[in-house]
């Protein structure tokens, strides 16, 4: 069993019940509320901008053999905020003055805090950990759809060949880092992306059940 392998091993549960999140469900099956799908894109644009200095201190730390394909992430991550903002302006959501959530917030300073202070190895898990669960959630609703959905673009964004290819070469890259790592530090890339795929099911949760703070 590769180590990218493992990794999804040991967090099935998690990738279990992501997979069977309501949010995805309604999502697939053309019934989801607007409001609620308005809750994710707004926050999830928020995700993006602040994924971007992510990644730009990733590929500060990253070996020169894995630097050249880790930033072109960084405009990949541009195009996406112009999808979001041309599904907002098409389905009037505003993307002004957005107040950051929790959870959002939370997941934000999470992936900072490791590209900082962790291994790159461990960052390199956390970005797997985030990559993946979104192949794999828009993946689950591209298979199950039924119909043409009014947030198509999204769908097939993060399901097509190009996100695929993506993922193949962040497992390999992952892969090799581990190959190399000690045992201990392998223990703690496994515990990051734990903790990326919990983040990734508290954003569904925090999408369609809503969310703010206390004041």
Known sequence: MSFHEELLEKARPIWDTMLGHPFLKETAECRIEDAVFANWL??????VQGAIPFISVMVSRAPLCVRSGLAPAIGALQEELRLFEEMASKKNVSLD????TPTCHAYIQFMLATAHSASFEESFA????????YFDSWTWVKGNLKGESPWQPFIEKWSDENFQQWINWIEGVLDNLADQASTSLQEKMIEVFRLAGQYELLFWDMAIKGESWPV
Do not use: S, V
């Open 42 to 47: 707004q926050q999830d644009y928020l995700f």
């Open 126 to 133: 956390l970005l797997y950990g985030a990559e993946k669960a």
């Open 97 to 100: 003055n957005l107040r950051i």
